[in-house]
């Protein structure tokens, strides 16, 4: 391959010159195999970009022009497709679409110079896995290879392997899962960190999917505090909620790999938060519901419409308090809002932070006067801004000490036990609004 192209410094497709590299002729036999057993192919009509994309893997990965080239070599062995920008037009998206009703060995991963709106849902409507633009991040396209190749059929007289993330059950045999939502009348008070350690946790111990959801809409922190680097957010999902089929839904979110934890992170820009309603992000929970056994939802410190909207849906909720004069006072606010919002006291779960700070203030003595007794109490300590800023969450980086500890309690709740307390059928859940 040709010395002249600086791979870490590529911004966009449309800047390589077609005549800058020679097209070579390539054995379709899987010449790269993924950790899984799938074989992995490139497909664009252009050398260039073909090359670009080999060369972030191995120069034995085999390529093709076109789909037609690619499909003339494909055999029963699983194979991961990484399409170019070429093959983002109508009549290869439909030939997508019949390889993923047909041919389930093969997996198709779309990379574009521009992803807008209306090209991730048609291609996600297709069947393609997962959509990545420019600028392409070597790592990043690693790793949504290797997690497609993971959930492929293991090849014939081979066993399946095990994965972090198992391919979705059919829709038919889903349950409706539990929304947990965790809410604080205060900023700073650590509800980010309370929610991410507590999707942790529950994506570790459960066996079913756990899916968080950062209802922050503005300045939502959850992806940061996963060291995550999402393609797609809520605004991606909330534009397509009439046509939101299950597979394309999980299709957008970002695995957390040490866990298998789906992620729907909150937008990139503050102000696609304006041009989303509660009602909307309330329909996505209740979308997301339906492909997973536990859904947290990270909101944001305020009574807006988006809160009372998820308040309203949600199964049990998570104060999280500080302990400071002013953080008691919002609580105490927060909880009589809540009792007027007919949310029933069993549903609550009162989270106090920081709990042996040294600011003369009783713990036990606070609980008395929000008349609220506190569902964990998480200490002081600073393995907890380590952990943020390391994108590894305390029960991950620091489960030995006393703030994991007190999440793992915390968690008790919402797992061990949990058919005693399953909400009863969906028709008999009783609503907080009416």
């Given at each position: ?19 800058a590299a ?5 054995a379709?036999t ?7 057993g799938a074989?992995l192919?490139?497909?664009d009509?252009?050398?260039p970009v073909?090359d670009?994309?080999?060369?972030m893997f191995s120069?034995?990965v085999?390529t ?9 070599k494909?055999e029963?062995?699983?194979w991961v ?7 983002a037009g109508p ?5 997508v679409?019949?390889?993923d009703?047909?041919l389930p ?7 574009t ?6 090209l ?5 409507r297709a069947?393609?896995?997962d ?9 990043q396209?690693?790793e949504?290879?290797?997690r497609?190749?993971?959930a492929?059929p ?9 994965t972090?993330?198992?391919p979705p ?6 349950e409706?899962g539990r ?5 604080s009348?205060k ?7 309370t929610?991410t350690?507590l999707s ?10 756990v899916?968080l ?6 300045f939502?922190?959850c ?6 680097q999402p393609q797609h957010?809520?605004i991606?999902?909330?534009a397509?909620?009439?046509d939101?089929?299950?597979e ?5 979110m ?7 934890l789906l992620v ?12 989303i309603?509660?009602?909307?992000v ?20 305020i009574?807006n419409d ?5 308040i309203e849906?949600s ?8 302990l400071?004069?002013?953080?008691i006072?919002?609580?105490k ?8 919002l007919?949310?029933p006291?069993e549903?609550?779960h ?7 700070s ?9 609980e ?6 506190a ?10 801004p380590?952990?943020?800023?390391k994108?590894s ?5 620091a489960?030995?000490s006393?703030v ?18 399953e909400?009863v ?7 907080f609004?009416?």
């Amino acid at each position: 391959m040709s010395e002249e192209f600086e791979f870490q410094s590529f911004q966009s497709f449309d800047s390589f010159d077609q005549d800058a590299a020679v097209e070579t002729v390539a054995a379709f036999t899987p010449g790269h195999l993924l950790a899984g057993g799938a074989g992995l192919a490139i497909v664009d009509t252009d050398a260039p970009v073909r090359d670009y994309l080999a060369g972030m893997f191995s120069p034995t990965v085999d390529t093709a022009a076109s789909l037609a080239e690619m499909e003339s070599k494909i055999e029963l062995a699983p194979w991961v497709i990484i399409l170019g920008p070429s093959c983002a037009g109508p009549e290869d998206l439909e030939t997508v679409q019949r390889w993923d009703q047909s041919l389930p060995s093969v997996a198709t991963v779309l990379v574009t110079s521009e992803l807008s709106t209306q090209l991730l849902h048609k291609a996600l409507r297709a069947g393609v896995k997962d959509v990545l633009s420019a600028p392409i991040d070597e790592a990043q396209l690693r790793e949504t290879v290797d997690r497609v190749g993971a959930a492929l059929p293991a090849p014939r007289h081979e066993e399946p392997k095990p994965t972090g993330t198992p391919p979705p059950r059919p829709v038919a045999d889903r349950e409706d899962g539990r929304i947990i939502t965790v809410f604080s009348t205060k900023g700073g008070s650590g509800k980010s960190v309370t929610a991410t350690n507590l999707s942790v946790l529950l994506a570790k111990r459960s066996d079913r999917p756990v899916v968080l959801i950062d209802g922050h809409l503005q300045f939502g922190d959850c992806a940061v505090m996963l060291k995550l680097q999402p393609q797609h957010t809520a605004i991606d999902a909330i534009a397509q909620l009439d046509d939101l089929e299950p597979e394309m839904l999980e299709r957008m979110m970002t695995v957390h790999e040490p866990t298998g934890l789906l992620v729907l992170p909150a937008p990139l820009e503050p102000t696609f938060a304006d041009q989303i309603s509660g009602e909307q992000v309330a329909r996505l929970v209740e979308a997301v519901r339906g492909i997973a056994g536990h859904v947290v939802v990270d909101l944001p410190a305020i009574f807006n419409d988006v809160v009372l909207n998820v308040i309203e849906i949600s199964d049990e909720i998570i104060l999280v308090a500080g302990l400071d004069i002013p953080n008691i006072k919002n609580v105490k606010i927060g909880l009589s809002t809540l009792q007027l919002l007919n949310v029933p006291k069993e549903r609550l779960h009162l989270v106090m932070n920081r709990s042996d700070s040294k600011v003369k203030l009783n713990v036990s003595e606070v609980e008395k006067t929000l008349g609220v007794s506190a569902a964990a109490h998480v200490p002081s300590d600073v393995v907890v801004p380590i952990s943020v800023n390391k994108g590894s969450p305390v029960v991950l980086s620091a489960p030995k000490s006393s703030v994991a500890r007190a999440f793992d309690q915390l968690v008790d709740r919402f797992v061990d036990g949990e058919a005693a307390s399953e909400v009863v059928p969906q028709q008999g859940r009783r609503k907080f609004f009416g």
